[in-house]
């Protein structure tokens, strides 16, 4: 027979969504500040 145990977790995955979104944001981040360089280096405009 299957013994009833309690679920005991820990908070890794948590941390590592934390760390996920922290890394997502941190991404965009940077991106926001580099494309408006890359675009005039290239000669694109961005189109709407």
């Not at 948590?14 to 981040?29: E, R, S």
């Amino acid at each position: 027979m299957m013994e009833n145990r309690a679920y005991k977790g820990s908070n890794k995955m948590i941390i590592g969504i934390v760390f996920g979104v922290i890394t997502f944001w941190l991404f965009a981040q940077a991106m926001v500040n580099i494309v408006p360089a890359v675009q005039g280096d290239l000669g694109v405009e961005l189109s709407h």
